[in-house]
């Protein structure tokens, strides 16, 4: 059998196995890990493959998965390998790869991670990046780059539109949508590319602030924080 046969048909081994697949994340990840090694070779681009794809799945839930890993197994790997295959992935990240060299440098940097020795190892390294927020990868292009003093010039410019950013990120909007069609239209009507990326940048600056702030509140109202005043 052919390569491009045995590729074919892990594929579609993979999509029958998420779109039955009843159980734990982890568990499915090492049933779906199994598949990929059976064709060697193929094996970045079946990754890529199932990064892709998953997202537009949902199961039918027909099928349950033995149990691989326990939850303290999971707890151990996470704490043990974690911030191992974070670096991992924020070092290949950085590279700007093209999408067939990254999945070929992130399945060797699994395969040869001198701390992952068995293949349930390799399998939560596999998981672990599967369930990351950035995956799957995309190849950008070059973004603007601008000196500090030119963005709190800049900032300055563009005083007035910051301030009508906060407010429109703040009041209250029956839906996203109209929150978000007043910020296109605010960073459309700006002529310069600088001042867009500012402004832009901004936003994205404001927004994470009001989304650690609701944490903090929600944190707050569970008693999951401790009053060190």
């Avoid at 590319?193 to 602030?209: D, F, P, W, Y």
Wanted: a negative charge.
């Amino acid at each position: 059998m052919g390569k491009q046969k045995e590729f074919e048909q892990a594929c579609d081994q993979i999509l029958s196995l998420i779109r039955t697949a009843k159980g734990e994340w982890p568990d499915i990840a090492y049933y779906v890990y199994k598949v990929i090694v059976t064709v060697p070779g193929r094996e970045p681009d079946l990754v890529k493959f199932v990064f892709e794809t998953f997202e537009q799945i949902v199961s039918s839930e027909e099928n349950l998965v033995d149990k691989i890993f326990t939850e303290e197994e999971i707890d151990d790997y996470e704490n043990i390998y974690g911030k191992n295959i974070d670096g991992m992935l924020e070092a290949l990240l950085k590279k700007g790869f093209s999408h067939e060299e990254f999945y070929q440098k992130l399945w060797k940097g699994i395969q040869e991670n001198p701390i992952l020795q068995g293949e349930k190892e390799k399998a939560f390294a596999f998981f672990y990046v599967w369930i990351d927020v950035k995956m799957p990868y995309f190849e950008l292009e070059p973004g603007l780059a601008m000196s500090n003093d030119e963005y709190i010039n800049i900032k300055k410019e563009i005083a007035e539109e910051i301030k009508r950013v906060r407010f429109v990120l703040n009041v209250p909007t029956k839906q996203r949508t109209e929150q978000a069609s007043r910020l296109v239209r605010m960073l459309e009507q700006l002529q310069d590319e600088r001042q867009k990326a500012v402004l832009m940048a901004q936003i994205l600056n404001l927004h994470r602030h009001l989304c650690n702030n609701d944490l903090f509140f929600k944190l707050s109202e569970d008693g999951m924080l401790i009053d060190q005043r």
